[in-house]
């Protein structure tokens, strides 16, 4: 059951929440900038899970890191991977014209935070100490 608590399963939920409110709320669909937004979350994770290969160390979120990752995307942020799930979000809602899915794009970014971040940061700074803090204090937590 571990496997349902996972970004992408939270970010699944948070899109079919989003779809079934596709249209609701003013016209405000924007299909080309929804779509690019998308793209470009989809293009951020693919960077980001070539340096993990790179680097050689688990993606899976609550696995023990055996490297420390700070090459690539991850010079601009710390976590693209979850910046890019809240693009997605914020993409998809747009794309569908859903006020409700807009709604949803910081309860996602919360979700990340506390529930996958803070832990994730906490076990990396215990396993690699003065090079995370070094890291943390010239890069950003989202961007």
Do not use: K
Not at 56 to 64: H, L
Not at 101 to 126: C, K, T
């Amino acid at each position: 059951m571990r496997w349902i608590d996972m970004p992408p399963v939270w970010l699944a939920g948070l899109l079919l929440l989003s779809w079934l409110f596709r249209g609701v709320g003013p016209d405000f669909a924007l299909e080309s900038v929804g779509a690019l937004i998308v793209l470009a979350g989809a293009c951020v994770i693919a960077l980001a899970a070539r340096e993990f290969r790179r680097h050689r160390t688990s993606i899976i979120p609550g696995d023990a890191p055996s490297a420390l990752v700070t090459t690539g995307i991850y010079r601009f942020s710390r976590n693209p991977i979850y910046l890019a799930d809240v693009a997605i979000l914020l993409g998809a809602s747009l794309y569908w014209g859903s006020l409700p899915g807009l709604i949803l794009v910081p309860v996602l970014a919360m979700i990340l935070q506390l529930r996958f971040i803070l832990p994730e940061e906490q076990r990396i700074q215990a396993t690699f100490l003065s090079e995370f803090d070094a890291y943390a204090q010239q890069t950003n937590r989202w961007l």
